[in-house]
T-cell receptor, first 116, second 116 residues
Framework: DTGVSQNPRHKITKRGQNVTFRCDPI?????LYWYRQTLGQGPEFLTY????????KSRLLSDRFSAERPKGSFSTLEIQRTEQGDSAMYLC??????????????FGNGTRLTVT | GDSVTQMEGPVTLSEEAFLTINCTYT??????LFWYVQYPGEGLQLLLK?????DKGSNKGFEATYRKETTSFHLEKGSVQVSDSAVYFC???????????????FGQGTILTVHP
């Protein structure tokens, strides 16, 4: 079990640029989640996948945000035309679902985005 | 909507002191309740959980009891150590029809600092 891996650890970008983050979940996990955490706050849910299907998106996820999990393994989160308000820690988590049971979420260390 | 409220921090204690971090929640149905911990420079880790009323979760000397009548899940530890210094997050996961979606609602976090 190598844990949930996120890259890059840090990203600094200028307002208006596009950025993409990658998440590699624990290999046997079929669910993958994206959360966003701003300073002094708890993580907020953005979206989640079961295998390659994106099952739910939060209203926090504006049209500038898009997430994919093309082969049901790694996932990418892209932010287009970044704004300063997008500056945050972006967290990925994974879990395993079987029938109606779900394992606890395992979180990665996050990607910290700074928009200047 | 669902919400989690944690006591304001930061909390500063001396080693071997008793710790309580209060957590109350608002949710429909019968959520599962969690405490996550984030050590400096690391990702969120599950500390303990409880899935139904009166359940007690415990791990590493920490305990929390699911109190449906007071909608609370307070975290306690009888004797804290310097290594317990971290940010602690209370969270809930709404259950529906016996299926746990894995979409967590977090509190804002409580910073704990333990001095020798």
């Amino acid at each position: 079990d190598t844990g949930v891996s996120q890259n890059p650890r840090h990203k600094i970008t200028k307002r208006g640029q596009n950025v993409t983050f990658r998440c590699d979940p624990i290999s046997e996990h079929n669910r993958l989640y994206w959360y966003r955490q701003t300073l002094g706050q708890g993580p907020e849910f953005l979206t989640y996948f079961q295998n390659e299907a994106q099952l739910e998106k939060s209203r926090l996820l504006s049209d500038r945000f898009s997430a994919e999990r093309p082969k049901g393994s790694f996932s990418t989160l892209e932010i287009q035309r970044t704004e300063q308000g997008d500056s945050a820690m972006y967290l990925c988590a994974s879990s395993f679902v079987w029938q109606d049971q779900i394992s606890p979420l395992h979180f990665g260390n996050g990607t910290r985005l700074t928009v200047t | 909507g669902d919400s989690v409220t944690q006591m304001e921090g930061p909390v500063t204690l001396s080693e071997e002191a008793f710790l309580t971090i209060n957590c109350t929640y608002t949710a429909t149905g019968y959520p599962s309740l969690f405490w996550y911990v984030q050590y400096p420079g690391e990702g969120l880790q599950l500390l303990l959980k409880a899935t139904k009323a009166d359940d007690k979760g415990s791990n590493k000397g920490f305990e929390a009891t699911y109190r449906k009548e007071t909608t609370s899940f307070h975290l306690e530890k009888g004797s804290v150590q310097v290594s317990d210094s971290a940010v602690y997050f209370c969270a809930l996961n709404r259950n529906a029809g016996g299926t746990s979606y894995g979409k967590l609602t977090f509190g804002q976090g409580t910073i704990l600092t333990v001095h020798p």
